[in-house]
């Protein structure tokens, strides 16, 4: 058996195994799943842009005005009218001085900390940060402090013991995602601010899952907490809410400059291209002029929970557009996830390493294209799925809450550190994304040409 086939027959064993799937026609609210019309709870598509024809029509006028490529990279032929026209109305939006676009959210993340943390500095990540955010840790080969989910006083414990460690040198970041990707809650942004200001920290916040979501005008979580103008780096992604497929940065004009400067996957990938950066112009006119679709959502939202409650999950009454059903076990959640689909509702399984082990959940999206009858279908859908697994759906719920903060002493945080260090056994399973803390193991890099960015530009 080679390698590879017996790393796959280990996933198939652990429950973890991975399939594409495939879907016909756009991301509607209801899609073809292999063949078989379903539900679609499963899609980013927040606000139903991604399908609305009047995204789809600048996408194709954009092709045909500017083609369907950019041909290089940012720095070298691929900054076109239609880049710097969406960069000044995403400025625009997200009342920042500067806006620079990327390929992917997943690059703007690997582009910003790399560029914002070398080896001589200290990134401080909350340990449910998005995959990307982690990996671009990992670029950054700096050290990585990872705090517990939302625990400001964890953070502000870990750097106060880092800032003592290494006798203030050294740049620091703290980054984290806003609307957490997968269990929908909120980072505590201000008190994020203010601990970063007392310790001499920049502060990166990644608003994938919240633009379009939350805030005024579904400006984010930023604008939600007053904290425009105050966060140093704001990532966006034009892939979820705004229904096409990209990325942004938001910051100073300063700050811009110096990451067109260090960004790698700015400088050495592709420029997004004109038609899908079009559809993301076209798609922000559309919340500028109808914000009420922010409001649908949250109605959608909060009558898939009321719904869901209504059969016994235990589900919040509020109206954040994720639903994490966590079930725990890899192979509960896959089964579930089955059954709902042979229901009629695709809601797709979520497990490790994108969810922390025993954590594995469906997660729910709402979107603004969805009716109200939609979400009451949905839950009696996933209820009878429960049942027919034998599953009682009280115990389905948001995942397991932790000690609060207040009742912890240093020494619990002593040992909460030791263990988000700890190297993880990598004998089996595949590891959480966070669980390793700093890479243990992390290989020189061996690619480090300094000449190559002076080549590229
Ligand atoms: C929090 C967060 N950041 C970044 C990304 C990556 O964005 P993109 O899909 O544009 O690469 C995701 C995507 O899933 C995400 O959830």
Redesign the pocket.
Known sequence: MSDIAARLAELERLGLNRRLRLVSGPQGPTVLLDGKPVLLLCSNNYLGLADHPRVREAAAEAAMRWGAGAGASRLISGTMTVHRRLEERLASFERSQACLLFG???LA?LGVISALAGPEDAVFSDELN?A?IVDGCRLSRAEVIVYRHLDVEHLEWSMRRDRARRDGRGRRLIVT?SVF?MDGDIAPLAAIVEIARAHGARVAV?E??ATGTVGPGGRGAIAEAGLEGEIDVTIG?L?KALGSYG?YVCAEEDMVRYLINAARPLIFSTAPSPPAVAAALAALELLDERPHRVQRLRANARALRRALSAEGFAVADDDMPIVPLVLGDERAAMEMCQAAIEGGVFAQAIRPPTVPAGTSRLRLAAMASHTSADMVKAASVLAAAARELALDPAAIGPPPSRLPTDQQTAADHEREEAALYEPQALSSSVPFDHEQGTPPEHAPFDHERDGEFARAA
């Open positions: 992917a959210g997943y993340n998005h990307s995602d990707s990644d994938a899952h992604t892939g990325a």
